[in-house]
Structure formats: C-alpha cells, structure tokens
C-alpha cells in the first residue's frame, strides 16, 4: 500500500485527527455524532502515552485554586457529575481526606478553599465537605497519631486508559474510523484538494488519504508533528509546550478503607494516595522537567524516594522504595506560561484553529487535562464543524457512553455508584455459573458491553482469571494487539499475574 490510497477508507474524509489520548478521541467522537467523516489516527496503542499515566481522578484540582485557576476549577468540577453519569462503569465517586498540618497551610485557608470547591459548581449528588476527628475516624488509624483534624471532599476516580477505548468505541458507532499503530508522517495543506495526508503503519505499509480539516490532538507530540510533519502555507504561530513528567508508583495496601487521602508537602504541592487495584495503593505525583525523548518516559530513583519520603510522613508505616511494585510515568504537554514551577504551571487548555481564507483549516489542540476533555472536544467540535458546513449543536453533555447504559439490567438509573452496585447485583443472579470476582472485574471493565462476553463460551483459563472469550473480545472490539495492551491499558492484571502468567498472555496473542 505504499504511497497508494488504502482499499478499505473512503477517499476524502471531513477530518483526519492526529492522536488517541483522551482529546483525541473526545472530538473524534464529538464530530461524528455531528454527522461528520471521521478518520482518527494514533502512531501506538489507543492511550498508550498520557493518557494511561494519570493519577486516574475526575477532579477539579483543589490546589489550582492557590494559583487563583478559578475558570479551570469551576470548569472541571461542572464536569465531574457529568462524567460520572456517562459511564458508571469506568467512574466513580471517591472520597478524599486531607489531614490539617497547620505547618503547611492554615486550617482557615484549607476551610476557605474547600468552600469553594464545594459552590464554584452545582453538585447534584456528590456530598459536600466535611470536617473529620482523626483519632475517631476509620481514615485516621492509619495515620501519624500527631493529625489530629482533617477534612473529606468528593471528588472522583476513572480508568482513565479504558475511558480513552470508549469513546473511541462511541466514535466508531457513530461512523468514524480508527486506525491505531498509524502515524501521519506527512501532511500537506493543497490549494484546491484540502489536506493530503500520509500515514504509515507499524509494518512500514504507506497508503494516503484526504482530508478537508485536520486536527492536531497529538499530545506531548503536539508541536512536534506540526514542526515536522506539517507542510502548509504560511508561518503560522506556535505554542510552547512545557513537558512535565508526573510519575506514580503501587505498593502494597496501605490502608483497608475506601478512602483518598491528599497531602500537602513542604514543597507546597500536594500527594495523592488511592486505594488501587483492590490489594495496592497508587501514590502521585511528581512535577519534573522532561527534556528526553518523548515517547520513552521513566519515573527516576529521586522520584521514587520522594514519593515515598512524603507518604511517611503521613502514615504510621512508612513507605519505602523496596515497597514498590509498579511504576508507571508520562509526560502532560502543559501551556507554557511561564511558571518556573511545573506544578504551578496551568493545566487548562487552548484551541487554535488556523483557517486562511479558501484554504482547509487545522485545528491545534494545547494542553488540556483528563477531567475536561469532554469539553475541549465539544469546545474544538464548535470551531471546527462550522467551517465544514456542519450546524449541528453540542449533543455529548447527556450521551452515555458505550456500556454506560445499565437499564437493561436495572431499569431506570437513579445515582452512578449505587446503579453500578444494582447491576453486578443482576449479573451475579442472572449467571451463577460464573465466579463474581470475574463478574465484578467484567461488569466494570465493560458494564453493558459484558452481554458480548457472556454470549460466548469462556475458552481457555489462558491466565487466572483471564479467559481466551475477553482476549478474543479485546482483540475484536478494542483494538487490543499485544499482551503488554490487555495487561496494563485495557486492564491492570499485570499487578495481579506472576510474570509466566503474563508471558501466556502475550503469547496468546503473537
């Protein structure tokens, strides 16, 4: 297929979409469900990058507002509540303590930042603040005994890599196509043909396509495809990108809880610790310079120890480096405003949509963060849909996305978390012959999506808990081509499987 259109696409698209993060697809999906043709491309696996390396929380960012990012705060926390309903399977509502450590910030200044956390958007159904005695707690056991006050907030928690395959899913239901391991390696702005573009496949097969719009949603890669792979007429303006690195790592439970925690460190920033994977606990994260290749990100030994170092200051049993057993790392390309901090740099995001008269436009997307990508791709779809002729309106703030709709299975929805619980409640009566800890894992993996999975036979136990029908399923429907795809993107069974066990997984596929 070198240098030939590929037999299978149409021969002009509306737009071609460079990047499957999480923006990527967001207005891939967005612009489909206007009507429009859609091709979308990601040079690797779906959410391979960034979007797999978040601290995996819908949150409006409560120490933004120390940076005074009202209109950011305000913004992500209206989204919260949305995002929730969509997909009750991939979300949830988590609830965060944070203990008062009057050295750090003054309880006045905590009480007054959570009040506006709590009114700068309207809450339906997540509850509000509260002030916690410790020592009378169930959050407060494992703690230094010196906290003696903290407050709890509501925010949320996602699969962030799974949200990613399901609105690409959504994309593809709604008529666009996806094509993952395909970079766009060249593209070319013509008088009267729009974009010529050129992607190449993994296997080194070239085919081209047209396209009447592009989008840039390439992530950390973002000014560098357009730097290097963007011929166009014309020097448009370029947008800094500031890389930082944010890097996370597992260890074993440190509470039993279901309970957050947030924790202010000496530095001024804050520390993430999440109940993970029902056995771990997941603590996040770093802010740090990236200066290196962009696609091979690695959490150093400095950042190991301090996440460790600042987590001991808070729990009784410290946190050690030989506590941990996973580490995973990714670069947020971050508007460059001039922060010299990286954690104080803005984590809103800009559209730069560059339309010459009579020419197709391109469309840039800069920055941006998990909690609003909803709104970026509806904000993008705004700009961009009326220069294709295309009026339909926003339509994805009330969409469910796939297997978010659960109403087969419990009828009416009534609030996210408690669906979520009616609805394993169906599965385990309606197939006793299936154990519930898979039951569980399938229903929120997949939510309604798991009629597919239970039509079929199980197959082969190619692992614990792994079954031949979900990697057939992943395989088929998600895009999934590799173990290292289905262990620790569709899944995060890797934590769970011995190292043999992860090997039958890959070879299952190869």
Known sequence: MTAAAHPRLPEVFD??????????????????????????????DLASHTSSASSKLIHGGLRYLEHYEFRLVAKALAEREVLLKSAPHLMRSLRFVMPLDERMRPAWLIRAGLFLYDHLAKREWLPGTERLKLRQHPTGAPLQARLKTGFAYSDGWVDDARLVVACAQDAVARGATVLTRTACVDARREADLGWQLRLRHVSGNEFMVRARALVNAAGPWAAQFLAEHVKQGGVPERRNLRLVKGSHIVVPQCFTHDHAYIFQNPDGRILFAIPYEGRFTLIGTTDVEHRGPIGHVRISEDEIAYLCAQASRYFTQPVTPGD??????GVRPLLDDEHGNPAEVTRDYRLELEAPEGAAPLLNLWGGKLTTFRRLAEDAADLLAPRLGNSRGAWTRGALLPGGDLSTWIGLPQQPDADFERFVAALTAQHPGH???????????YGSAIATLLAAPLGNEIAPGV????LAYLRDHEWARTGEDVLWRRSKLGLHLSEAERARVAAWFS
């Open 15 to 44: 737009a071609l979409v460079v990047g499957g993060g999480i923006n990527g697809v967001g207005v891939a999906r967005d612009l489909a469900g206007r009507g429009l043709s859609v091709l979308l491309c990601e040079q690797h």
């Open 467 to 470: 079954f031949e029908a979900e």
């Open 324 to 329: 941990v057993l996973w580490t995973y790392a």
């Open 435 to 445: 154990p519930p800890p898979l039951l569980r894992r399938w229903a929120h993996a």
